[in-house]
């Protein structure tokens, strides 16, 4: 039983981190975004194969 309150003990501290996270950078997200299409907008431009 105490090995199943520590996991979801993890389970909830790794989430809060995740969303603390998250919710910080949301603007780096954008940002990482954008420089992904134009590198495959490159990419298509150059003819080179997206895969």
Not at 31 to 36: D, Y
């Amino acid at each position: 039983m105490s090995n199943l309150l520590y996991l979801i003990a993890v389970i909830l501290v790794i989430g809060w981190a995740v969303g603390f996270i998250g919710y910080n950078i949301g603007g780096i997200i954008h940002i990482l975004l954008v420089i992904a299409l134009i590198a495959v907008i490159l990419r298509v431009i150059q003819g080179r194969s997206i895969l």
